[in-house]
């Protein structure tokens, strides 16, 4: 009787649900229950019920319009003989059912009969079985009279509206970035530089004396001014001189009398070629080659009774500073002074000695030392 009658109201139904098989069968009727692990329970118009497992299903067409479409179904089961609609009588229109959606995706529809928030719901299915589902199985049911009770929220549910694309900017390649400077720049072409340190000497003066027979060590104040032909290149002239006492041969030869005082001198000048390294960090290392012109001088001076002075020269040495090697390192607070240390040795030769009784006398030349080391005050460096 109750097929009868549900037969009946298929068939007066307008529209209905539509189950398409694996192999392309249609079947039409009621959907009473869609679950992707127990497969799709359909009432037929002709009032039988038939269960298709999940590998017979290709798609389903609910009567109000949603589709479920299952993907990559199995092998395609055997045909399934399409079953002959028998006409039924004219009948009211179909009773409306209300649908229960699941969490895993999937619907029954029938009649709710018990709804509970921890107990789950219970449904009477259009075929007039009772199935009862757990809470957690349910996403929400949507009744007939229209009213949805929701139960939870999944991705089964109703999708968010996707995010609206946001404008992104125009590119632009960043500006490139000026190099920043390092230590301290430069602000002239031009250097100038005060030393003072000592002189030491070490070989011949001539072919019968030693330099340390003449001069011992002496204090010295050395000057120079260059023009830099580029950040690590420069031309300078270097100027020098030193005094000090002298050696104990010339002392007792010349300066052997009472009230007698000897003094010794020597001095350069010449030309510098010099490279300096890292030119404006605060710490510069430089180096440099030069050559110039010498001399050495003893002197002497006498003191009478009255307190009164006077001196005259003993001797002069004139010669080549044939070859000059110097080096240092400049400290530099700012670009416009610093300080440095520096130290050089130099080889030169005598050629020629003048006395007041002698006049100049020339010499067989030859090649003595000169080691120097002292701090010095730069400007402009």
Same mark, same amino acid.
């Given at each position: ?5 549900l037969a009946a109201t298929l068939a ?12 392309? %069968? ?22 039988? %019920?038939?269960?298709?497992?999940? !590998?017979?299903?290709?798609k389903i067409e609910f009567a109000d319009? !949603? ?12 045909? #399934?003989?399409?079953?002959p609609v028998q006409a039924a009588p ?7 059912? +209300? ?56 991705? *089964? ?140 001088? #003893? ?12 001196? +005259?020269?003993?001797?002069? *040495? ?14 530099? !607070?700012?670009?416009?002074?610093? &300080? ?9 030769? *005598? ?12 010499? +067989? ?9 002292? &701090? ?6």
């Amino acid at each position: 009787m109750i097929a009868l009658l549900l037969a009946a109201t298929l068939a007066a139904s307008p529209t209905y649900d539509t189950v398409t098989t694996a192999d392309g %069968t249609r079947l039409v009727g009621i959907v009473v229950e869609e679950s992707p692990t127990k497969g799709v329970t359909i009432q037929l118009a002709d009032g039988t %019920t038939r269960r298709l497992e999940r !590998s017979e299903v290709r798609k389903i067409e609910f009567a109000d319009g !949603s589709t479920t479409v299952w993907e990559t179904p199995a092998q395609p089961a055997a045909p #399934v003989a399409p079953l002959p609609v028998q006409a039924a009588p004219a009948q009211p229109a179909p009773q409306q059912l +209300d649908t229960v959606y699941f969490a895993g995706g999937g619907r029954v529809r029938g009649r709710v009969l018990e709804e509970h928030p921890k107990d789950g719901v219970t449904v009477q299915l259009a075929d007039g079985t009772v199935r009862h589902y757990a809470p957690e199985e349910v996403v929400r049911i949507q009744y007939a009279d229209g009213y949805t009770s929701r139960r939870r929220t999944t991705p *089964y549910d109703e999708r968010p509206a996707p995010p609206r694309p946001v404008p992104q900017p125009v590119y632009a390649p960043p500006p490139a970035e000026l190099p920043k400077p390092v230590g301290i720049p430069q602000l002239v072409p031009l250097y100038a530089t005060i030393g003072l340190g000592g002189t030491w000497f070490g070989g011949d003066a001539d072919a019968n004396t030693r330099m340390n027979d003449v001069f011992l060590g002496q204090l010295h104040l050395s000057v120079e001014g260059g023009i830099r032909l580029n950040p690590h290149i420069a031309l300078a002239i270097y100027a020098e001189g030193g005094g000090g006492d002298v050696a104990k041969p010339v002392r007792d030869a010349v300066c052997n009398g009472s009230g007698q005082d000897c003094f010794g001198a020597s001095g350069r000048v010449g030309f510098m070629l010099k490279h300096t390294w890292n030119p404006t960090s605060p710490t510069a290392t430089w180096l440099g080659v030069g050559t110039g012109w010498e001399a050495g001088n #003893v002197s002497y001076t006498t003191h009478d009774m009255s307190g009164s002075s006077n001196g +005259d020269e003993v001797f002069t *040495y004139r010669g080549r500073e044939m070859f000059r090697l110097a080096g240092g390192v400049d400290f530099r !607070s700012n670009s416009v002074i610093g &300080v440095g240390l520096y130290g050089s040795v130099s080889w030169g030769t *005598y050629d020629a000695i003048h006395s007041p009784g002698a006049g100049d006398v020339t010499l +067989d030349s030859r090649v003595h030392e000169t080691y120097q080391l002292g &701090v010095r005050l730069v400007l402009f460096p």
